[in-house]
């Protein structure tokens, strides 16, 4: 009786193999892939996944469609160098503030010809661009901003 018993689980040796192994690779918690294969072994593991992926694409092109367009793109200035428009923002003038006085507070701070002109013009368009958004912006204030960007709204290389 006890060969017969033996033999009647057989078949679930693989599962148990398969359960010990999953707990061992993975600090204890069961995998949710197959470690044979690399398969899910939950099909409601794969729909999260696939819900997180789409609300996580769903916000990224929110932000870009949002992103308004005040000037006609320069196109005399190569494509390469030029700046576009939405990278006038508050992080990027944050980040030149923070460079521009690294500069001045140490002389070991390195840098090129063309890093102060090109910060200076991050922070300039900036503050015009954000006067220019505000929703009871005056005409002025779009016009001042796109012909800075006409005239500056390229990166000195």
């Known amino acids: 009786m006890q060969i017969l018993?033996?033999?009647?689980?057989a078949h679930n040796k693989?599962?148990?193999?398969?359960?010990?192994?999953?707990?061992?690779?993975?600090?204890?918690?069961?995998?949710p892939l197959c470690p044979t294969c690399l398969r899910p072994l939950?099909?409601?593991?794969?729909?999260r996944i696939a819900m997180r992926y789409l609300l996580i694409t769903?916000?990224?092109f929110s932000f870009t469609t949002n992103a308004k367009q005040l000037c006609p793109i320069n196109n005399d200035v190569a494509e390469d160098i030029r700046i576009n428009e939405a990278e006038f923002t508050k992080a990027k003038a944050d980040a030149s503030v923070k460079y521009?006085?690294?500069?001045v507070k140490?002389?070991?701070?390195?840098?090129?010809w063309f890093?102060?002109?090109n910060a200076t013009k991050f922070i300039h368009g900036?503050?015009?661009r954000r006067k220019a958004l505000l929703p009871n912006a005056s005409k002025y204030s779009i016009e001042q901003f796109c012909q800075f960007y006409a005239q500056e709204g390229w990166y000195y290389d």
């Open 58 to 60: 769903l916000v990224l």
């Open 126 to 128: 900036y503050a015009l």
């Open 106 to 112: 140490s002389s070991k701070t390195p840098f090129e």
């Open 115 to 117: 890093s102060i002109p």
């Open 5 to 9: 018993g033996n033999f009647r689980d």
């Open 42 to 47: 939950f099909k409601s593991y794969m729909q």
């Open 14 to 31: 693989k599962i148990k193999s398969l359960t010990a192994f999953a707990g061992t690779h993975t600090c204890g918690a069961a995998s």
């Open 100 to 103: 521009l006085a690294e500069i």
